[in-house]
């Protein structure tokens, strides 16, 4: 039987993207930055996942105002990084667990969640930096070290999913790989945020105070946490902070009592609080 091992919250700041790219992590405004991720890389190598469900958000990259799925389940054998306008990253494709994705499939919409099955798709900086941050530098003629299955949750265009609904999508989640019959370590990522807004009045919001209680309380009380309203995260955390509601998706997958083996919260990135957690089930 496959299994969720662990969970992993990450931001997905596209500047890091292009600060690993361009060889600049060592300059002094990224250098803590990418400190802070010295762990989870060793993390990662010590508790090799057989795949990732790496939950994350398109930017209108791949779905623009014309189909606006709210969940997005990557089935395809493979995703290519996204031209998102200055080329692909130079990072590999992404190749898909094509078998445990068909499965969750079929698992989810028989469980009531009707997600959208993507036979083709390629992925921006919200899937590719936090494989970046988390599994190091990979060139585009290397591979990433496992498969990974995408989601897509749709935080862009009003109405995104509550939290309550991601966290009990979460929850299908974990129902359905644990249905799969092979043994495979499986992490999963939920990504995007912390506290960030891009456009208008209040461009350059940052919460840090909010973002670290949200940090305690996701891990503490995580149907708190998923009972957080889309006003709050408006209101305390900025126009793009509500791309959090993804991390629920992740903790709902988990069990109540996790153990957090770590923590990262690093102002500024960009406009964008970096936050990152490593949640291990116990
Ligand atoms: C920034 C953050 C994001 O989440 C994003 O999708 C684009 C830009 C930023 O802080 O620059
Ligand atoms: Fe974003």
Known sequence: MARITAGVGCSHVPAIGVAMDTNITEQDYWKPVFNGFEFSRQWMKDNKPDVVFLVYNDHCTVFDASCIPTFALGCAAEFPPADEGWGPRPVPVVKNHQKMASHIAQSLVLDEFDITI?????????????????????????????????????????????????????????????????????????????????????????????????LDLLTEDPVAASEITHLEYLRETGSEGIEMVMWHVMRGALNDDVREVHRHYHVPASNTAVGHIILENI
């Open 118 to 214: 993507m036979n083709e798709m390629e992925v921006d900086h919200g899937l590719t930096v936090p494989m970046s941050v988390m599994f190091g530098d990979h060139g585009v003629d290397d591979e990433w070290p496992c498969p990974v299955i995408p989601l897509a949750v749709n935080v862009v265009q009003y109405p995104a999913p509550l939290g309550r609904r991601c966290y009990n999508l979460g929850k299908a989640v974990r129902r359905a790989i644990e249905s799969y019959g092979e043994d495979l370590n499986v992490v999963i990522f939920g990504t995007g945020g912390m506290s960030h807004q891009l456009q208008a009045e209040r461009a350059g919001l940052i919460n840090s105070d909010w973002d670290k209680r949200f």
